[in-house]
């Protein structure tokens, strides 16, 4: 989905540097991003869609000096409970750790990097959604199982074999049971 000009400003409607709109929008907005290339404060949008299920805007850059391209992502900032450790310890959500672990059990298995994304969003958003300050590790634990779960199986032995110390196999055993019966409810 392309987005409408005033959703996003920086998205010109013609290309070209005597483009009067994209002038006027960047008197507007101020200097554009810096070139991660080359420094140079001279980049433009020439594309914005939405990604990850419209949880992220996608931007396509321009530097109009070196004319590398490059992509930006914007993402709602989100005020997540914190997690309560098994210690009873209290930790700040880290969103690169769970995608890290996500990505560690998915390694060499056919999932796409957008379907990972979708998943590290659904999750954020159960959080969010708790209305909760803090949350236990086990809950947020069990979500990651289930995501994994419905991207692909093998990964999700593999993290529930390291996320969880199961005392027999016979309780692993039942832990996927109880998945596969809730994926088949969906
Ligand atoms: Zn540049």
New binding site residues.
Partial sequence: MVLEPEQDILRPHTTGSNCSYLKRVLEKVGKSMR??????Q??RVIDSRLASEGDQVRRRRE??????RFTTYEIAELTLPKIIKRDGSRQTFDEKKLRSGMHRALEKRPVKSEDIEAAVSRIKKQMTATGDREMPAGELGEWVMKELNLLDHVAFVRFASVYRSFQDVSEFTETIKNLQQDNESI
């Fill in positions: 070139c991660p290339f080359c420094s140079i001279d980049t530097c109009g000096s070196c004319k590398e």
